[in-house]
Each structure stands twice: as C-alpha cells, then as structure tokens.
C-alpha cells in the first residue's frame, strides 16, 4: 500500500502559498543566494528521512480492509495542509493534534468507523517508528567524520524522543528542533532558522536532508545546501529552487556531506 509523504500534484497550489511565504520573508538576496562549498560540519535531518512510517500505514489497512490506501492519502494530503494553513493563519497547534484532526476528517470523508480504539493506536504508531535499514550505518560514518546531527522537524519533542528510542538511535543526535518552539511548520524561514542558532553556525555549514521534495525545496530557498533522500522515487519539484544532491538514501548523504566519492 502506498504511504506518500510527499504531496499528490493536484495540491500544488496550497504547496505554492506555503512556498511563497518563504520567499516573501527572504531578501531578494537570500533568495539568490547560491550555497557556498565547503565543509559541513552539521546535519539538520527531517524526520522521515530517519523513521520509517510504512508500518503506521500498514495498520489502517488491517483496521479498515479495502479502504486504507484511500484513507492514507486523505490523512496524509490534510495533514500537511492543516500545518501550512495554520501557519499561514497564526493560528498554531501542535504536529501530534494536527495529525490526529487529519485522521478524524479522513475517517469521516472515507466514511469509517474510527473509534477511540483505533485512533489510539495509529497514532501510537508514531511514537515507535523504527530507523529505515541504512540508517544506523550512515549515521556512524557521519558522526566519525565529526559532523554533528540534529533533527529539525515538525514532529513535537516528544514524538522525535520516542521514535529515537524505539529505533534505538538514543545519544546520536544532538538537539531536537521542533516546529513548536517557533510556532510554525516548515517551510516557514523561522522553522529553518532553528539550526542556525541551534548549532551556533554560519548558514552554509550546515546541509538539510529533506524527505519530503517540498521540505527540501524549502531548505534551499532559505539558503541551506540540501539534500533529498527521495526514498520513493519521486520527479524533483516543479519549484525554483532545487537540492543541491538527490540520493536514496542515507549513504549518499554520507558523501554528500563528506565529500567522499
């Protein structure tokens, strides 16, 4: 069963407001800027590119048979449209209650029985996310390299916190930036900004790895040098700008960021 994180194409044109929020908080400058080369000494990592949701999905389909590839999709497109909207408005809630009010609309759409049962536990589901297979491998390389890690992510505190145990990554990263502590999802400037400040460096010492094409579009709009991980195969955005390098996976981040290969 599919399990897109990305956007369907026919949601372009909210993608194109949230995209143009950005632009519109960058100079005229920033948006020009072309990504110095150099070393990276950090990695600011969307969520997705180290956690695996497919199990998550998996169990929409065992809970309602014949009906979770279209509930998936619903859930997934209203959860990122909600974060956007609410960005876009000011009006803010957190990734884990946007998550569960875009499974209630998609239950209600599909027309199934969503009880509180089964609410719980999908949405338990992203709080034991294990890492995808290269992960762990790609990670250490990175780290005996020196480069140092962090996530900068929509998903809450806690959700980040216990997904690492789960995917028994604890200690391998070194801060957690969620969304929550500016208010607003990305790819809003200040979402990005976090590293920055986080780490205590210059813009481009730090690389992005985006999961999603619209995240990493976002990234290297406000500057960063990006990296896509396109797990699933998909065209490069229809956007101005482009990652800078587009992999699989984590082992390509590897030497991307190392300059390795």
């Known amino acids: 069963m599919p399990s897109s994180f990305d956007m369907p194409l026919d949601r372009r044109r909210l993608l194109g407001l949230a995209s143009g929020a950005v632009a519109a908080a960058l100079s005229p400058t920033a948006r020009a800027e072309t990504v110095m080369q150099g070393e990276v000494k950090a990695i600011a990592f969307d969520g997705f590119v180290i956690f695996d949701p497919k199990p998550v999905f998996a169990r929409v389909e065992d809970f309602f048979p014949g009906k979770g590839e279209a509930l998936v999709a619903l859930w997934r497109t209203r959860q990122f449209e909600y974060c956007w909207l609410r960005t876009l408005t000011g009006n803010y809630a957190d990734f884990w209650t946007v998550t569960e009010e875009a499974l209630a609309f998609a239950a209600a759409a599909v027309?199934?029985?969503?009880?509180?049962?089964?609410?719980?536990r999908l949405m338990q589901g992203f709080l034991?996310?294990?890492a995808h297979p290269d992960v762990k491998p790609?990670?250490?390389?990175l780290r005996a390299a020196g480069i140092r890690l962090a996530f900068l992510s929509n998903l809450t505190e806690?959700?980040?916190?216990?997904?690492?145990?789960?995917?028994?990554?604890?200690?391998t990263f070194e801060q957690l930036f969620s969304t929550d502590r500016v208010r607003a999802y990305k790819p809003d400037p200040r979402a990005y900004r976090m590293?920055?400040?986080?780490?205590?460096?210059?813009?481009?010492?730090?690389?992005?790895?985006?999961?999603?094409?619209w995240d990493a579009n976002g990234a290297r709009s406000f500057g960063y040098r990006t990296y896509w991980a396109n797990r699933q195969g998909l065209p490069v955005e229809e956007l101005d700008a482009k990652p800078d390098a587009i992999g699989n996976g984590v082992a390509e981040l590897v030497r991307f960021a190392t300059g390795a290969g």
Do not use: H, P, Q, Y
Request: charged share 30%.
């Open 128 to 130: 034991e996310m294990k």
């Open 158 to 171: 806690n959700m980040l916190a216990s997904a690492i145990a789960s995917a028994g990554l604890d200690g």
């Open 195 to 213: 590293a920055i400040d986080g780490f205590g460096l210059r813009k481009e010492e730090i690389a992005f790895a985006a999961f999603g094409g």
């Open 138 to 141: 790609g990670l250490d390389a």
């Open 111 to 120: 027309k199934v029985d969503l009880t509180a049962e089964r609410r719980d």
